[in-house]
């Protein structure tokens, strides 16, 4: 991870392994969320393709040698169907939208590039997906799916959401992961408990 990019360079999570924050059922999760990375079962081989170009775009990691793997936790919670528990009127059920919603970029960018979204250089793929999160579309393929509504509550919210429950992007920020069985005491703004990462200043990097 480069110094410039987070406020905490030489902080890694994963030295709490063997600390009082962490207990045994901690260190199980933590250690599925690392080794046990699930194999495609729901979507389509170009329906992943499709998504790893998308989300390579939404969070980039371009510094990372192993970049944190997003695609796999989408398709295994489209594969268990583990929605939230409700969805918004103007939406299909979850597995219906990603799949319609998927087939519909891939539909624009055909009908916009004859290409597949892929194949797009990162600027025409930006502008095809801010086009889309403005529901400024063309292709049919997008039926009654609100393309706003698809980037938004479920293109972004799950990209962002896998990205940040990986220990890497945990160190990135400087969250000690999950709270059990130590906890947190200090939550007041701009408080610390002393376990907690220390922000580095950019002249002490």
Known sequence: MSDFLTPYP????LEKWDSPSWNDQTREAVRQRLDEVPPRRFLSEEQWSLLEAVVARLV?????????PIVPWIDDMLQQNHNPGYRY????????????????????????????????PAQEQDALLTDVQH????SRAWGDLPPGGFFVHHLLKQTVGVYYS???????IGFGGPA???????????????????EIEPRDA
């Open 10 to 13: 030489r902080y890694d999570v």
């Open 60 to 68: 980039p990691q371009p510094e990372r040698a192993e970049p944190v």
């Open 89 to 120: 009127a103007d939406m299909p059920p979850m597995r219906e939208a990603w799949r319609q919603g998927l087939d519909a970029i891939a539909a624009e960018a055909r009908e916009r590039h004859a290409k597949a979204f892929e194949e797009l």
């Open 135 to 138: 529901n400024r579309v063309e």
């Open 166 to 172: 990986h220990p890497d992007a945990w160190s990135e």
């Open 180 to 198: 059990s069985p130590r906890g947190y005491a200090r939550l007041g703004f701009d408080e610390r408990d002393p376990w907690e990462a220390k």
